[in-house]
């Protein structure tokens, strides 16, 4: 989730734990902590970008991280603040750390929450910035926050943010099963035969679903919203893996493929291929757009060193995707 979401539930979780002995400080150090298995963000600053991304959520996002650094934060903070108890503070840090990949496992991208294993938790409940999740959460901190630490008042209003925060996540997953089952039926009903079918919520709401379905030689992409009237419509989009000939066996794009979990297309534009990750759907809603939320440039060196270039979005891109979306949000 964004940083603002996952400081809002460290802040909430702190509170929870030490609000009633520390006040606003457990908040502070519960905000700190919510944010510290996000460091793993500077990776990108010291590797290449097929490194990078499978770093990305991997050791620090684990349950392993949180156990091994929640008592050394906790033993730091014990040393300095007045109130010196080392359990305290390293449960503090423990569950302010431990839920944030835990609520990154409801993102497309998700978390190894049970890292060395190879295994990546991604329910593709909810986008990862979610107004209806974060600002109720948000209101409910800032008010505890203007209550006394022995104030009934404040209990109250933090349990009221972790629950509606918690029920609305429970909730998508019923809102992802009904979006299933309806692009399932539209499939049926266009008698189209297919391998694999992925769902995940569009940006900035749960209203509106996106599909990626695999084919033989292709991927079709559809959207439904829960305010449609018209029958779901699918684009087709060629796989072209063949375009990658020999460097389907170079080991970085084993590694791309392996991140993207198979959902990939390949386009060529001239003499460059270009990456194309589905998982995260297209930056515009046009018919057979190539513009890909995460499309990376595929550069072979003279040495065959392979890189992958991420191609950069701009701020009109975004405006763009947000009007388009709105409109698709209000039903076809």
């Known amino acids: 989730m964004d940083s603002l979401t996952q400081i809002v ?42 490194s990078a991304l499978a770093m990305h959520r991997g050791f620090t996002h684990s349950i392993i991280f949180s156990v091994l650094f929640a008592p050394i934060f906790g033993w730091f903070v014990s040393r300095y603040e007045k109130h010196k108890d080392f359990k ?44 209806l999740y974060t600002l109720p959460f948000l209101i409910c901190v800032i008010l505890v926050m203007f209550q006394k630490r022995t104030s009934k008042k404040r209990r109250l209003y933090n ?13 998508t997953f019923l809102l ?6 309806k692009f399932e039926n539209a499939l049926q009903f266009e008698s189209i035969t297919y391998q694999q079918l992925d769902t995940r919520p569009s940006p900035l709401n749960t209203i509106l679903w996106n599909a990626n379905v695999e084919t033989k030689d292709s991927y079709l992409l559809g959207t439904y919203s829960f305010f449609d009237t018209k029958n779901i419509s699918f ?10 000939g020999k460097l389907i066996n170079n080991e970085k794009v084993k590694r791309m493929i392996a991140i993207s979990e198979g959902w990939y297309t390949i386009n060529q534009v001239e003499d460059k291929l270009y990456y194309n990750d589905l998982r995260f759907g297209l930056m515009s809603l046009e018919p057979n757009s190539q513009d890909f939320v995460f499309k990376y440039l595929i550069d072979v060196e003279a040495s065959s ?9 701009t701020q009109t891109d975004g405006k763009q995707l947000m009007r388009s979306l709105w409109e698709r949000i209000k039903g076809n």
């Open 9 to 50: 539930l460290g802040a909430a979780v702190g509170e929870a734990v030490l609000g009633k002995k520390v006040g606003n400080k457990a908040i502070l150090y519960g905000a700190i902590a919510g944010t510290i298995p996000d460091l793993d963000v500077f990776a990108s600053y010291f590797t290449d970008t097929v």
């Open 88 to 131: 305290g503070w390293s449960w503090l840090f423990f569950w302010a750390m431990i839920t944030h990949p835990i609520l990154d496992a409801h993102t497309t991208w998700g978390t190894q929450l049970f890292w060395p294993l190879d295994i990546r938790l991604a329910f593709k409940t909810i986008f990862v910035l979610d107004p």
């Open 159 to 171: 349990n009221i943010g972790l629950t509606v925060s918690t029920t609305y996540l429970a909730l």
């Open 176 to 181: 992802k099963s009904i979006a299933f089952s």
């Open 235 to 244: 684009e087709t989009y060629p796989k072209n893996h063949q375009l990658l």
């Open 305 to 313: 060193n392979v890189n992958f270039i991420e191609q950069e979005k």
